[in-house]
């Protein structure tokens, strides 16, 4: 059989990068994307990096080197990223006829069947015309199996001089032994954080060692994940490109509030926004949830004050993807839950158990009419609709509230450059 | 379960169709009318809208307040409009090259030229194709 070829392109500090392309100031100055509600770094670039800024630091953590050094800090702004990402993924297309969107910011592209000499050349190419076009850097691996490409990138990662292109494939077995050695097993993709420790406890310390381990033995310990991911470090390809992504199985909306909140009417309003959206994206891929968690939690840093969470989750009677019933049932979950003099910082919604819309079944003893279910998606296609043309929350649910002054807070955001005529780039 | 079509009066999702009267003639020749945005906006993936603040390009007919069409799939040559980074700031230019030398120049060029080097910190940005200019 004809070996496999699989390239991966991820995004260095998208958001970063995605800032920058708008604005010329923040060219190889220190610059940070906080996460939502401006609470970690999510996004760190190479110049703040140098300053000892890392990726998952709580903001209020580095202050200090933030205001000694000016380093630029933006709040994550959704919007242009998506954007952005949608012209990165066209553009890849465009090069790569197979494409699987990983991520905001990374993709894998197969390139079996497309006869390229230089493989090492086309990844150059890709990393040009990306650039050009949409003025995102990106970094470009390649190598003959998924598992592998993440390995190169882990590689060229660490590595400012490589000109961020890694083709695995050329390498004579020494070389892929010493790369494969370089790579601790923290940073194999599939491997968990308990998966390694348990990796590390026997000796198995990088990825070159799991590549040599036992096959039995990482078959009997890591199930045949792990015996996969064995498999592609020693170059044959199990994991395929999936190209057309499966329909979520799970949908969760939770973000934490701008301020701590005590009011029950506040976390009513916060709780019925998550269900909304969430049932907006479910009704998108044709779904109905038959299982609805709510949860919510007190702030876990202010170690001073009284901590508290808890979540419900109820079985639906039956499957649905009606704002007005998921609504209720969630409010319902939260009454049960909600304790007078607590400090909340998050609450979150969790939709599970989710069937395709067309299994439906009126159920034995009626209580389901199938009448009845198609005037409430009717009624919820106008809802979608009219927000799809006109806007996100056009038309609320009256609980859902108007003030929302609990929203996440985003300080530090930069402006709608893509989607708002009063927002666009000035020059 | 509550009775929604009391609250949400159902509306249909399309208007009835009438069955009635004669069909258009013309039903079997309908076309998609122009869109401004298939002529302005070839390649949608690379291209990016941006208001001109200033009258630097005024020889190019680009005055205050247009909104530029800039193409980064372009590639920038003699006499083209571009948007450049030139170090920390974005700017309205128009190129030219002389004697294998290629600078960067307000129209007309009251100010000094810009000459893009490719050792300095900048860059052609994109490649300006229209201009949406608001008629008074």
Known sequence: MKPKIFMLVDAAQFYVSCERVFNGALHLKPTVVLSNNDGCLVAVSREARRLGLVRGQPFFQCQQIIRAHQVQVYSSNYAVYAELSRRMMGVLAQLLPRLEEYSIDEAFGELTDLAINDLTEFARTVKARVYQLTGIPIRVAVASTKCLTKIASALLKGDEHSGDVLDLTGFTQEQLDAALARVAIEDVWGIGPKSALFLRNYGVQTAKDLRDADERWIKKNLTVVGARIQMELKGTSCLPLEVKRPPKQQIICAKSFGREITSLIELEEAVSCYVARAAEKLRAQDGLSGRLTVFLRTNGFATNAPQYANEFTVDLPSPTAFTPELIRQALAGLHAMYREGYRYKKVGIVLSRITPLPVVQPDLFGEVSLVEHYREMQLMAVVDAINRIFGRETLVFAVQGWTRSWRMRQDRLSQHWLSRWEEMLTI | ?136
């Open chain 2, 1 to 136: 379960m509550p009775e929604t079509g009391d609250i949400f009066p159902l509306v249909p999702l399309w208007p009835q169709q009438v069955h009635a009267g004669f069909p258009s003639p013309g039903d079997d020749w309908k076309e998609p009318p122009l869109n401004l945005h298939d002529l302005v906006v070839p390649h949608p993936l690379s291209s990016y809208f941006i208001r001109v603040s200033g009258d630097s390009m005024r020889g190019a007919c680009i005055r205050a307040g247009d909104i530029v069409v800039v193409d980064r799939a372009l590639t920038a040559a003699h006499r083209k409009i571009v948007v450049a980074r030139v170090g920390e700031h974005l700017l309205l230019k128009r190129v030219q090259v002389q004697q294998r030398k290629v600078f960067l120049h307000a129209d007309p060029p009251e100010m000094p030229a810009i000459e893009l080097d490719q050792q300095a910190d900048m860059e052609i940005w994109g490649v300006v194709t229209y201009c949406v200019h608001r008629v008074r």
